[in-house]
């Protein structure tokens, strides 16, 4: 048996990683959960407190009834239009809808979340990060205790109740996942026909396809350091696939850096560079769906929370696949990371009833499929499945490696 690996604190560019058992790890990022950025196309920003807007929404008349639009603060643009497709199904249930605020940097989105969840011009919900990034919010008062939501959705069936800690605070639950990611390995389908290479088994038939995609003039590997979250990428894989336990306990703060295996893991990567399969480290992060989508660079390392940035670059779930990345050892344990960002009630939060109704009802299987089916990611609730083939395959893939 392997691990199930999620990311916590931040490597390298500072993104969190955390470690946690099979099932729904979470990031904080998310994760691993890694910090999942803006993926392009952004809203223009007006970054006061409450990401732009008076907090307090009018609750609007659908001609049936008064629904409350209940306000989130969130940092992903191409989230705007799901947050709104699973209020229209919250409206049905609550009489709640979502009326998302976009504030594409992740950076200035952390500093009007902190801050605002000190006054009453909070939004009413937040989009966050799992882990300690959420017990810090805890912590300040700035969220509130949704403990009763969660013991009803794991009661029904829509959560692993064993995740409970990761959305906790001092034996309080204080968020809900919003969606379940893994950190696989993209790569396009037709570039590897072309070379006539397949997705690897092993390290040794990693190596051997990045030096066939290099020598046939195709890039074999994207990574870049100019989203500054993106630059722990690359390690936090290496290294996960080096030794799971040691990743845990590097993540859990018990190891150091400095440590050998961590050391073996910065040289490896050091090999990769060198050998030069690697796209250059200042390319543009918001450039990675097209070089993908092109054949210019042919795999990815990234959560499955970016499968649709890449169907909308153009690609069809025939043309691109993804894969676990295999041990570098034979025989070592295989393992994957994995990922959730959170929503969380303000403690604040100028609706707060109508919130908490939304918290309530979050992962109800009515509110989730349409959710998942527009991120076209997987869901934290088990009985939601994605009609998706790529993620299919994913899960398929986890579930037989045994992580």
Known sequence: MGKVLSPRRRIAAGLSIVALAMGLAACSQGSQSPTAPSDGGVDEPT?????GEDAAQTPQDDGEGTVTMVTLNEDRSDFDEPFRLAGAELEKIVGAGIDPRNVPSTENYQQIVRQALQTDATTDIVKWWNGYRLQELARTGGLADISAAWDEAAANGWVNPDTRDSFSYDGKVYAMPLYKTYWMIFYNKDVFTEVGIEPPTTWAQFEENNDKLKAAGV??????????????????????????????SLMDGDSKYTDPTAVEAMEIWADMYEKGWFTAADVAWDNEPSLFAAGEVAQVPMGTWRNGTFQDAGLTTDQYGAYLLPAVNDGGKASVIVESGVIAVAERAPQKDAAMDVMANWLNPQVQQPWIDQIKDTSANPDVTSGDPVLASVVEQVAAAQP
């Open 47 to 51: 970054e006061t407190a409450d990401g």
């Open 219 to 248: 890039t074999p590997l994207f990574a870049t350091q100019e989203g500054g979250w993106t630059s722990f990428i690359w390690f936090a894989e290496i290294l996960s696939k080096l030794d799971p336990d040691f990743y845990v």
